[in-house]
């Protein structure tokens, strides 16, 4: 299991790396894998969640999402600063702290440090793919990354009333996550329930494939591939 800790530096990291890449790109630049987004549109979603998540931290309770700059200037210097207070918010912070979020319970600040290191690993990836650059997001995260879908996207989904009742019960296998198994079903199904799916690849593929960024190509699918395909039709994720 990933710790806190662990979650803060890829938040670090990446956002870092976030910050070069928008440094040296035209705001105005289409991000093909969030349609009608443009690379400016990217950077406020992405800098007002980390600073939305960092003021929940801090108070414990939902508030508003910050509305940011639209000049350049502006909007890295913005960027930078969302990034930096959000990783000093939750470091300061008791991971076991009470805080709202989305997820099941128990509702504690832990929540947000892998909820921001997931959130800005898909984003970097959605930035660098816009600029035609290759990223891959790290095994252990992405696999982790699988296991925040089946566990908190699930959750949601099931609990919105939002999850097909013919939803298959799939296990996932990262293949380079040494005997990691990810089992995504419903809350209600049993726990003994056999899989009628089984999904194998690299975690950053599996992961993409669950966040709709790419297909299934390159993923072995051990059972009925329409249904997989209707699933994460149905939309798993947000």
């Not at 799916?197 to 709709?212: Q, S």
């Amino acid at each position: 299991m990933l710790t806190s800790e662990r979650f803060q530096s890829d938040i670090a990291q990446y956002s870092q790396q976030f910050g070069e890449l928008l440094a040296g790109c035209a705001l105005d630049s289409p991000v093909r894998s969030c349609p009608g987004w443009t690379m400016a549109d990217l950077t406020l979603h992405l800098s007002g969640t980390q600073r939305w998540s960092a003021e929940i931290v801090r108070s414990g309770i939902r508030g508003d999402h910050p509305m940011g700059p639209a000049d350049r200037a502006g909007l890295e210097q913005w960027f930078a600063d969302g990034a930096s207070e959000l990783v000093a918010v939750l470091r300061e912070a008791d991971p076991e702290q009470p805080a709202w979020n989305f997820g099941p319970e128990p509702r504690r600040a832990s929540f947000w440090s892998r909820r921001q290191a997931h959130e800005v690993a898909v984003h970097l990836w959605d930035a660098m793919n816009a600029q035609g650059q290759a990223f891959q997001i790290e095994p252990e995260l992405a696999a982790d990354g699988i296991d925040e879908v089946c566990t908190v996207f699930l959750y949601m989904k099931v609990r919105h009333g939002g999850l097909p009742q013919w939803a298959p019960a799939v296990s996932i296998e990262p293949s380079d996550v040494a005997g990691r198994t990810i089992q995504l079903k419903a809350p209600d199904r049993v726990a003994t329930e056999v899989a009628q799916v089984t999904l194998r690849g690299p975690a950053h593929d599996l992961l993409l494939a669950l966040w709709g960024r790419q297909g299934l190509e390159g993923i072995q699918i051990d059972g009925d591939r329409e249904l997989v395909q209707a699933l994460l039709a149905s939309g798993i994720t947000p």
